[in-house]
Every structure is written in C-alpha cells, then in structure tokens.
C-alpha cells in the first residue's frame, strides 16, 4: 500500500519530518469525506480530485493512514518532465 520509497522514508526519517504524499483512494471513496478523514489524522491536505487527496506527511501520520482500509495506495509525488520541442 505504500510506496517503497515512502516505507523506507517512514522507517529511517524523524517524526517531525514532512514531506509530500498523494492518497489513491479505493473506488466508491467519497474524496471530501477521505480528505476529512485524512485532516483527522495529521495530513495537510493541500488539494484532492476524482480518486485522490494531495497532501503533507509525517512519518507517523504517514504509517496511520497506510492502515485505512480504504486507501489503494500511498504515492510519492511524480516529477513532471517537459517535453523538448524541435
């Protein structure tokens, strides 16, 4: 559920720590009810959209949201590449 890379930043970062994550929600999951939730338990959300809630982490906030049942996974954020032209 979650991403190796943020497994490994749970395990080895401190607990004041904060980095970004992005929450995939399992289908049928209310977004603003999941953002709630996620506020509930730690998370700065910063943004959500159709099957997903964008926000700030901790490690321990980090490890109690891979424990809800409807979370699919819990990402790191992509970097976005621009694309050459010519």
């Given amino acids: 559920m979650l ?4 497994e ?6 401190d607990d004041g720590d904060r980095r970004t994550a992005l929450v995939r929600l399992r289908g049928g999951t209310e977004v603003g009810e999941a953002a709630g939730r996620l506020a509930s338990l730690g998370m700065e959300v910063t943004s959500s959209g159709p099957g997903s809630v964008i926000g700030t982490v901790s490690p321990p906030v980090l490890r109690r949201i891979g424990q ?12 976005l590449r621009t694309l050459g032209h010519g």
């Fill in 3 to 6: 991403a190796p890379e943020l």
């Fill in 8 to 13: 490994r930043w749970s395990r080895e970062a």
């Fill in 68 to 79: 809800e049942t409807w979370v699919l996974a819990v990402e790191g954020p992509r970097t």
